[in-house]
């Protein structure tokens, strides 16, 4: 298991710098075998050292490429595949473990299809206004957001686009299907929008 400051979506790419000596030797582990290990965001604390206090629920990821530099840090890209509970955490000796389960997938109850549209536009409206505002880039025009036609996948990535903190990410992550995380979503880019108007318009 990798704690993170950041929440990992499935379906959603993410660069990684591994340096801690425990996560050196997990990471060999990893990619001595099926190259999988899982992540969950740590809710108090901090990333180096322990101690912390970790989400139960997490996201199973995979190591699509590595790179070991000279003093013995790695560069790291993995993906999001799957979310996982954690039913309990093992021993943090040589590194973070847990006995894991995916939750059983379910048809989404409700058609995710008409408020895609609507996400989509929100999360690019969100991040024009902070780049306008000069904290951040704007997503560019030929990015697709779509999953490739899967309403599913385009969920998780809107929601890795999306301008919103850790918490609000983690309540995304745990969100009832597709529609209601979109739902979510939307609702998350208008607060947002409403604040950056108001600061835009009283500079």
Do not use: K, N
Not at 114 to 127: D, F, G, I, Q, S
């Amino acid at each position: 298991m990798f704690p993170l400051s950041a929440v990992v979506f499935p379906h959603v790419s993410l660069p990684l710098h591994v340096f801690e000596p425990r996560y050196r030797e997990m990471l060999r582990e990893c990619l001595a075998g099926d190259q999988r290990f899982g992540t969950v965001l740590i809710e108090r604390g901090s990333e180096v050292g322990g101690g912390d206090q970790r989400s139960l629920l997490g996201t199973r990821c995979v190591v699509t490429q590595a790179v070991e530099l000279p003093d013995g840090r790695w560069f790291l890209q993995a993906r999001g595949e799957a979310l996982i509970e954690v039913e309990r955490w093992l021993s943090d000796d040589p590194y973070p473990a847990a006995l894991v389960t995916e939750p059983v997938p379910v048809p989404d109850p409700e058609d995710p299809g008409p408020v895609l549209a609507e996400a989509t536009r929100r999360v690019r409206r969100a991040r024009a206004l902070l780049a306008e505002h000069g904290d951040g880039a704007a997503v560019p025009a030929d990015v697709t957001l779509d999953g490739g036609g899967d309403p599913e996948v385009a969920s998780w990535q809107l929601c890795a686009a999306a301008p919103v903190s850790a918490y609000d990410a983690q309540r995304l992550l745990a969100a009832d299907g597709a529609a209601a995380r979109l739902r979510f979503l939307v609702e998350l880019m208008e607060d947002l929008e409403g604040d950056l108007e108001r600061m835009l318009t009283s500079e």
